[in-house]
């Protein structure tokens, strides 16, 4: 009897099932085959926080597939991932089989494994254990506190703070980080100071610069020197001084190599040093796990990518350390293996960290089967790892002081060389904003001298500095940030910062977080009436809560009765909050944001129309806007910008592009229902029936990147692009539903992806038209209008066609034979309106229906005449059958109308603005 295994994904399965053999059948579930359905009511704390599962289609999908296989089978083994998601994965399959009673007389087990080689699965199979409650329990715990936040949070903001779009436990604290940075930013005042650096020459002509540290006998800290007159007195009187060699300092010190990379580590190095996102990193280390093809055979290149821990397994270790020697020397091979021990708050340390499989596969020895993300990665974890296990690098530092006489003037120069690289050789640490090896002058060899050496001064110079503020989270240190305060997991952090994203909290700028409005508001609002739920020592502290959880120390019942008992008592005070209240609470928090201090002096928030009116943040249905107090008196309104000379994300998704040249409206760029648009100026709120205008983007142009003269560009389309050399009439380019197109009368001809409708020249335009004209041909003009009359090649078939009038062609005819008298006559007689089609077709139903009810009443009236008569009988086949041949015929001449009729031409109404 065969055994069912079930892992997550397909390619997991594949290389399994390479390893088991015939003797198992391995399915993958697709992740988890059930959720909580998105509604209320799924997650009810008044009957003990049950929960209500729901199988969408292709979870139903995979469970049929995973019964059908269990049929004869003895055993099903749940072999998804090793940690609280897998494990919840597990318990859904075997509930889901459960439930529809398919388990009986069939045992279950569950197996784990860190890595997806031969030795690791069959290792895994002999050592088979039950599911681990506790871990399913703190799943339980953490998809109901995320469900209660989201769906009793999220409701409080959309009637609250119009505009917002939800709220999460870890998401809105991952945001407030973001904001209260940006906070800080803005609120910076740079600070002026200076330093004195000259370049000096030794005896031996040999040239090295150091910088002043001490000025008439005293230290100089940062600000010592404030401003310029002080800074020039100082170098003035380092140029005047006769320096000498003071002293001279050398010491060795030990650099030591990083631990192994664990989830968050291995995110915030490949954004420093690959220039990756989160989300793409655990995407292709998922690749490197499950397996790529190696000489015919799937291997699973390195271990399980969601862990904490920093441990290797010791054959792993072995292995390593038996590489280096080979590959290094044994000089770079410590006498003992290295252990470390994580420094995050509340790392659970269940897993290994994430190591290649067999260190015996190089890069260079695997790079012809990846592609090139995974060839980078793959070589980041592979040298980390390797590294890891590497002998200490040894530096050589200086640091020399030279100074006149009385040593009332001292500088400093200081460098340092490597003596013995060790790790170095193979890996370097990645920094925030560049890749260093370590100080700025670790790499600086300053020149032979001694003690007493006069030194000659060749120049000095004083050099400006201001304090820069704190700089904004990257990727990798907003990761670092979450994981020192203990907040998220291994497995959260990429969809933390895909969500902020994909709701248009934030928006990355040069790879850095910046806050949206719609962002900064969301968060002042929980901040100002939801404050203990945003606070990073709660949200830490309800993840200390789950992991005793997991641990089997505390109840998940618990846990959720103490969170729910304070949330909902917070969630129901804000039932009286006055919009008034919420209001002033925002600008209080942001009025400084939306009113910055200007330049000469005057009221920020003065109204520029009304003489006594102060602009104020004002909630609305679609969400906030800067308003008039004298409202509706006065009805100056303006999104939310702040006004800096710069292009600004608005709140709801808009971005400010500029401003009109001919009108002075603004400029925005929109994201509508159908995609990005741009818009000019606002609705009137006076004449609903007036209309901004509106220009649609094209599908392969960056919304991000969209400049102001693109987007008038686009405004003032169709725009002419010149006469058709032949027929001298004007063609015009435009974009239509169905992307960019050139115009001439009423023949349209479709555009390239690659053509650009803002430059596209009169050649191209005629070569578009070409393929277009070659299936229309004009007969002549129509007698009553002199308009055109075209006969022309439809989707099913050729038609004539006069303005909007068109006609199909009898079957078999050719449009190239067609006369200019017969197309007269097929639209007098069959000729329909191109627009309003859906009357005629309506009438044609109702005729066909009614042919019907007779069709069955003359077959009736035949079935009875034939129980009389043989001959009658005989007579009435007959004329049944001429009548079922006419009533075919006459189907048949409907049917064919039906597909030979034309699809609707584009025309200016199909546009989308």
């Known amino acids: 009897m065969k055994n069912v295994v079930v892992v997550e994904s397909p390619a997991k399965a594949k290389t399994i099932n390479r390893y088991l053999g015939s003797d198992y059948t391995v399915i993958a579930s697709f992740g988890h085959v059930r959720d909580l359905p998105p509604k209320d009511g799924s997650v009810r704390p008044d009957e003990n926080f049950a929960m209500s599962w729901q199988t969408?289609?292709?979870?139903?999908?995979?469970?049929?597939?995973?019964?059908?296989a269990l049929k004869g089978a003895s055993k099903l083994i749940l072999a998804t991932d090793p940690d609280r998601e897998g494990e919840a994965i597990s318990w859904h399959v075997r509930s889901a089989l459960e439930e529809k009673k398919l388990l009986k007389n069939i045992e279950v087990e569950r197996v784990t494994f860190n890595e997806i080689t031969?030795?690791?699965?069959?290792?895994?199979?002999?050592?088979?254990?039950?599911?681990?409650?506790?871990?399913?329990?703190?799943?339980?715990?953490?998809?109901?506190?995320?469900?209660?936040?989201?769906?009793?949070?999220?409701?409080?903001?959309?009637?609250?703070?119009?505009?917002?779009?939800?709220?999460?436990?870890?998401?809105?604290?991952?945001?407030?980080?973001?904001?209260?940075?940006?906070?800080?930013?803005?609120?910076?005042?740079?600070?002026?100071?200076?330093?004195?650096?000259?370049?000096?020459?030794?005896?031996?002509?040999?040239?090295?610069?150091?910088?002043?540290?001490?000025?008439?006998?005293?230290?100089?800290?940062?600000?010592?020197?404030p401003n310029e007159e002080t800074a020039h007195k100082a170098r003035d009187l380092v140029r005047s001084s006769a320096l000498s060699v003071r002293k001279i300092e050398r010491k060795r010190t030990r650099r030591n190599p990083a631990p192994p990379f664990t989830t968050s580590t291995l995110q915030q190095e490949a954004s420093r040093k690959l220039g990756m996102s989160a989300q793409t990193t655990m995407r292709t280390a998922q690749q490197l796990y499950e397996g790529v093809d190696l000489n015919?055979?799937?291997?699973?290149?390195?271990?399980?990518?969601?862990?904490?821990?920093?441990?290797?397994?010791?054959?792993?270790?072995?292995?390593?350390?038996s590489h280096i020697g080979s590959a290094f020397g044994k000089d770079y091979c410590p006498d003992k293996p290295r252990s470390y021990a994580t420094k995050a708050k509340n790392a659970q340390e269940a897993h290994e960290a994430i190591r290649p499989t067999d260190v015996a596969r190089t890069p260079a020895a695997v790079a012809s089967v990846l592609t090139a993300d995974q060839k980078r990665l793959y070589e980041l974890i592979w040298k980390r790892a390797v590294a890891s296990q590497m002998q200490s690098a040894e530096l050589d530092q200086t640091a020399i002081t030279i100074g006149d006489g009385k040593e009332q003037t001292l500088l400093r120069a200081t460098g340092s060389i490597i003596a013995f690289d060790g790790f170095l050789k193979l890996y370097i640490e990645g920094h925030d904003d560049k890749e260093k090896g370590g100080d700025d002058d670790q790499n600086r060899l300053l020149p032979s001298m001694k003690e007493g050496d006069q030194l000659g001064t060749k120049t000095v110079e004083a050099e400006q500095h201001f304090t820069q503020p704190p700089p904004r989270y990257s990727e990798a240190s907003l990761v670092k940030k979450m994981e020192e305060i203990g907040i998220g997991r291994p497995s959260t952090y990429a969809s933390i910062l895909s969500v902020l994203r994909d709701r248009n909290y934030v928006r990355l700028d040069a790879r850095r977080f910046v806050p949206?409005?719609?962002?900064?508001?969301?968060?002042?609002?929980?901040?100002?009436?939801?404050?203990?739920?945003?606070?990073?020592?709660?949200?830490?502290?309800?993840?200390t809560q789950l992991d005793d959880i997991s641990d089997g120390r505390a109840d998940w019942h618990d846990v959720m009765s103490a969170f729910w008992h304070d949330f909902s008592a917070t969630v129901a005070k804000t039932k009286d909050l006055k919009i008034s209240d919420v209001i002033d609470a925002l600008d209080q928090d942001l009025g400084n944001h939306f009113f910055p201090t200007r330049p000469d002096g005057s009221d920020p928030r003065s109204c520029p129309s009304c003489t006594d009116g102060r602009l104020g943040l004002k909630l609305g249905r679609h969400g906030a806007f800067l308003g008039c107090s004298n409202y509706p008196e006065c009805r100056v309104t303006r999104p939310l910008t702040v006004d800096n000379g710069e292009e600004t994300a608005l709140p709801d998704g808009m971005r400010l592009l500029g401003h009109d040249p001919a009108t002075g409206e603004d400029i925005t760029l929109r994201r509508g229902p159908y995609g990005l648009y741009v818009q000019r100026g606002e609705p009137d709120p006076e004449d609903k029936k007036a209309k901004p205008k509106r220009a649609t983007i094209p599908k392969d142009r960056n919304g991000e990147e969209l400049t102001l003269k693109?987007?008038?560009?686009?405004?003032?389309?169709?725009?002419?692009?010149?006469?058709?050399?032949?027929?001298?009439?004007?063609?015009?380019?435009?974009?239509?539903?169905?992307?960019?197109?050139?115009k001439m009368g009423s023949i349209y001809g479709a555009l390239s992806k690659d053509d650009d409708v803002l430059t596209i020249g009169l050649n191209r335009a005629v070569d578009a038209l070409a393929k277009k004209l070659a299936s229309i041909r004009t007969l002549g003009a129509h007698p009553k209008d002199g308009e055109a009359v075209m006969v022309r090649k439809g989707r099913f078939g050729p038609y004539v066609q006069h303005g909007q009038i068109i006609a199909t062609l009898p079957k078999g005819d050719s449009m190239d034979d067609v006369t200019l008298e017969e197309a007269l006559t097929l639209l007098e007689e069959k000729g329909k309106p191109l627009k309003g089609g859906r009357k005629t077709a309506t009438k044609k139903t109702a005729a066909k229906k009614t042919a019907t009810k007779k069709d069955a009443t003359s077959k009736?009236?035949?079935?009875?005449?034939?129980?009389?008569?043989?001959?009658?009988?005989?007579?009435?086949?007959k004329k049944s059958a001429a009548t079922k041949t006419a009533s075919s015929a006459t189907t048949s001449k409907r049917t064919t109308r039906k597909k030979d009729t034309p699809q609707k031409n584009i025309s200016e109404d199909d546009l989308p603005f």
């Open 710 to 742: 693109e987007a008038i560009g686009l405004l003032s389309l169709p725009r002419e692009v010149g006469p058709h050399p032949e027929t001298g009439e004007m063609i015009t380019a435009g974009l239509g539903r169905f992307g960019p197109f050139v």
């Open 56 to 68: 969408d289609e292709r979870g139903s999908k995979q469970i049929a597939t995973i019964a059908k």
């Open 516 to 543: 949206e409005d719609r962002g900064r508001l969301v968060t002042a609002f929980l901040t100002s009436f939801f404050q203990r739920y945003v606070d990073t020592g709660f949200t830490a502290s309800l993840e």
């Open 118 to 225: 031969k030795n690791a699965i069959a290792t895994a199979m002999k050592a088979p254990r039950t599911l681990d409650q506790p871990l399913i329990d703190a799943y339980l715990a953490r998809r109901a506190l995320d469900y209660l936040v989201g769906f009793t949070l999220s409701p409080v903001l959309w009637r609250k703070l119009p505009g917002s779009r939800s709220a999460g436990r870890v998401q809105s604290v991952a945001l407030r980080l973001i904001c209260e940075r940006e906070a800080e930013i803005e609120v910076f005042k740079p600070k002026e100071y200076w330093s004195v650096e000259g370049l000096f020459t030794t005896p031996d002509k040999a040239d090295f610069t150091a910088k002043l540290t001490h000025l008439e006998g005293k230290k100089l800290d940062q600000f010592a020197l």
């Open 860 to 877: 009736s009236t035949t079935k009875k005449a034939t129980t009389t008569k043989t001959k009658a009988s005989s007579a009435t086949k």
């Open 296 to 321: 015919g055979e799937t291997v699973g290149l390195i271990t399980y990518m969601r862990t904490d821990g920093v441990t290797m397994a010791s054959e792993a270790v072995q292995a390593i350390r």
